[in-house]
């Protein structure tokens, strides 16, 4: 079965920056695209980015576009999301999602395993 761990979240000012990591085991990200998703408190959990198996196609949601990056490296089973300039919006707990939509959907129910998720506070 293929998990997923999410990493580098944590507390950062508006306007700072962050790279999570999501690392996977049990099977290989390079069969899968891959999502990111996040849920702030009291809302559902919206897609962020999605990246595809070979990386040739990358989705951003309109909120996030020019100050977010996503990128896989498949031989380290990695994919991550660059953020930058964050702001207090940004706020909730990001989750990874591995799926074979084929297109870098930013759907939930388009992808089958996710990881526990990391909290990311933009706050000063």
């Known amino acids: 079965q293929l998990l997923l761990v999410e990493s580098g979240g944590g507390l950062v000012q508006p306007g700072g920056s962050l790279r999570l990591s999501c690392a996977a085991s049990?099977?290989?990200?390079?069969?899968?695209?891959i999502g990111w998703f996040r849920q702030a408190p009291g809302k559902e959990r919206e897609g962020v980015s999605a990246?595809?198996?070979?990386?040739?196609?990358?989705n951003y949601a309109d909120s996030v576009k020019g100050r977010f990056s996503i990128s896989r490296d498949n031989a380290e089973n990695t994919v991550y999301l660059q953020m930058n300039n964050l702001k207090p919006e940004d706020t909730g707990v990001y989750y990874c999602a591995a799926g074979t939509p084929g297109w870098a959907t930013l759907s939930v129910g388009s992808y089958d395993y996710w990881g526990q998720g990391t909290q990311v506070t933009v706050s000063s």
């Open positions: 990246i595809t198996k070979a990386g040739g196609i990358a």
């Open positions: 049990g099977y290989m990200l390079m069969y899968y695209d």
